[in-house]
């Protein structure tokens, strides 16, 4: 599975960006799919999680209410529409795919994409 992940930028406090991830290879609407995020000098940690069918998805508490996941199956991609940015937001994102049934952890997921860069100015 290669996965491409795109949508990141600079943007003010308060603002929004919305990430994409498109995929190839395997049948992607098997896959269950994730974001994670690298802060400098921190761990990469997850972001969000959704199943292959959507039905389940997950967020960290450090980003919800102000993050949404989705899928299209059929265009192969996932999203993270990020609102209200804050400064701490600032990290790379990741984009990565399990095939394992829904879960959180990074050492499940078998695919991961390039990183797309994030930076909310305050």
């Known amino acids: 599975v290669q996965l491409q992940a795109s949508g990141g930028g600079l943007v003010q406090a308060g603002g929004s960006l919305r990430l994409s991830c498109a995929a190839s290879?395997?049948?992607?609407?098997?896959?269950?799919m994730g974001w994670f995020r690298q802060a400098p000098g921190k761990d990469r940690d997850v972001v969000a999680a959704?199943?292959?069918?959507?039905?389940?998805?997950y967020y960290a508490d450090s980003v919800k209410g102000r993050v949404t996941i989705s899928r299209d199956n059929a265009k192969n991609t996932v999203y993270l529409q990020m609102n209200s940015l804050k400064p701490e937001d600032t990290a790379v994102y990741y984009c990565?795919?399990?095939?394992?049934?829904?879960?959180?952890?990074?050492?499940?997921?078998?695919?991961w994409g390039q990183g797309t860069q994030v930076t909310v100015s305050s």
């Open positions: 290879g395997r049948t992607f609407s098997s896959l269950t």
């Open positions: 990565a795919a399990s095939g394992s049934p829904f879960n959180v952890n990074q050492r499940r997921y078998d695919y």
């Open positions: 959704i199943s292959w069918s959507g039905a389940r998805t």
